[in-house]
């Protein structure tokens, strides 16, 4: 093959079917992810593995859905053909046939957003306000007389806690404040209620220990009158604890979260209020015997520890009693007294060395010390300036002689003179002079003025 000749570009690498629908399934969960989505429910199937099919559809198109476990998602007993809702899903797609659908975790009613919405910008409101703030809960008493309910008088909710009032606590009170928890208005009913049963005296109402309002399960709209802003605010300006016991276990409403307890049920509420009287039984039974097994334990630990005494030391006489005691207080005192003499000779030995230390460094004796010290540097200073003056005066003595030896003056004595023109210069040739030149001609012992010739 000629090595100049372009190979031929490689095939593009194909996805298979299983690769391609996997990719898109991919993407659709990481790009989308969880979302809500609104339509009409149609063609729906329930099946008996509790997994619930179904189509939600517009206008403009439609979509496959699949509800896992559909009974016990929030909202299934909305669905139905027909109905228009808000579902929270998914997107994904079935690989075995590419068939793309959404994963339902939870079902609304259309139009619930909006109560949403309301629910929220009021939970924000009277979270800033302070009204669920825990420190301002009041605890519920252990022991309550009467338990004051606020409820329908015809649900189930009632009954139930009345059941479970008389099975676990048969000697409490209940106060039931009959009021509609469903409808228009009924939230105005529920604040009243609230508010007559905090202030009893002024009602005829028999006082309560703790209040119980609430009501059974139902849709966000048969619950709606516990989230409105009046009912909350009559919990929270109440003196007396109350437990919020609205619907079922996933349900939460504003009651819940201002009032000093939220209960997940009617039925839970109820045994929040009152102790279990057959748990207290037992236990007094079991405290009792264990209080009986204590005493008696303690008992007899007590006579056993007479009898040995009795047996033993009582029965000698008391100075015998008393003689090993006595022994032991004079060694100890015998001890004390040698350690306390060891520690004053320390503490002497130590005050002297620290008096020797402190006089050897006084202020006068450094002074004295310094003052000595300032004598001596001074006789050295006299004797060094002595020697150095008598140096100098023989040095002077010497020069002062050799000058006389080796200066003009010592020519003088020999007879020699020195000759100067009228500027002091000397003259050392009759060349540097002229005729009629004043000159000078210094002797031993004096001065010749003259004019050359």
Known sequence: MDLFTPKPAPAPKALSVTQLVRRMKNLLEIELGELWVEGEVSNLKKQASGHWYFSLKDDGAQIQCCMFGARKRPGAEVMEDGVKVRVFAEPSVYEARGQLQIIVQRVERAGVGELQAKFEALKRKLQAEGLFDASRKKPIPAFPRAVGIITSDTGAAIRDILNILERRAPWVQPVLFP?????????????????????PEKHGIPRCDVLIVGRG???IEDLWNFNEEIVARAIAVCQIPVISAVGHEIDFTIADFVADLRAPTPSAAAELAV?????LKTRLALLKRRLARRSNDRIERLEMTLENLRRGVLSRGGDRLLREPSM??????????????NTLRQHEQRLKELSRTLAAHHPARQVLLRLDHLARLRQQLERAAQRRLDDSAQRLSRLRALLRTLGPESAFERGFSITLDARGKIIRSVQEVTPGDKIRTKLKDGVIRSLAE
């Open 217 to 219: 399960g139902g849709s």
């Open 275 to 279: 102790p279990d009287g057959e748990e």
């Open 179 to 199: 009021v509609r928890v469903q409808g228009k208005g009924a939230e105005i009913e529920i604040a009243r209620a609230i508010e007559k049963m905090a202030h």
């Open 328 to 341: 032991r207080i004079d060694t100890l005192r015998a001890r004390l007294s040698s350690a306390t003499e």
